[in-house]
Every structure is written in structure tokens, then in C-alpha cells.
């Protein structure tokens, strides 16, 4: 399955209830798994974003749905970018040749 990284930014609404973060994750975590996404990792970080994740989708529709249902209960806000595996860059570099 393809990978994503999403990176994530607190709303005014998700920042005012930080302690409920990972408490939030955790359900975000059970709803994207029902969709058929895997969260292999995520990350709580410093600088231009306030999370980081790793996601496994089956498809960019099936991902772009489910990030916008957790974007819309307004806690944060997502910037996703396909990630691609050293083999999945072989065989870009292949057909590119």
C-alpha cells in the first residue's frame, strides 16, 4: 500500500484542549483503521508543524476522505505528501531511464 506523510497543525479549537491529544490520536488511529489506513508511526513535534505522521492508505481517495472527516470535528488541519519506498524509487528511476 502507498505511504503518506501528513503533517498536522493544531487549530485554535485543538490547541485550546492540547491535554486531549493523544487521547485523540488514539481515536483517530480506530477510525482511519477502519478505512483501511494504518498509522505506522506519529510524531509530536517542534517547529512548522505541531504532529507528524506516517500513514499506510490504500489510495489517495480513501486517505483524502478520511483526513477530511478528522478535519472537520476542527481540532487540526493536514498537509499530506506521498512518500515513496527506496523500491518504489528503483522503479520511478526505471521508468524515467
Known amino acids: 500500500m502507498p505511504n503518506y506523510v ?3 497543525n493544531w487549530t485554535e479549537q485543538g490547541i485550546k484542549t492540547f491535554e486531549a491529544t493523544v487521547d485523540r490520536a488514539d481515536a483517530a488511529d480506530a477510525e482511519l483503521n477502519a478505512a483501511g489506513i494504518k498509522f505506522k508511526d506519529i510524531y509530536w513535534t517542534i517547529g512548522a508543524y505541531d504532529m ?6 490504500p489510495d ?3 486517505l483524502a476522505a478520511s483526513l477530511l472527516k478528522l478535519g472537520a470535528v476542527g481540532n487540526l488541519r493536514t498537509s499530506t505528501l506521498r512518500a515513496f519506498t527506496a523500491d518504489e524509487m528503483r522503479g520511478i528511476i526505471a521508468k524515467a531511464s
Open 6 to 8: 501528513t503533517l498536522m
Open 52 to 57: 507528524v505522521a506516517i500513514l499506510e492508505a
Open 60 to 62: 489517495e481517495e480513501t
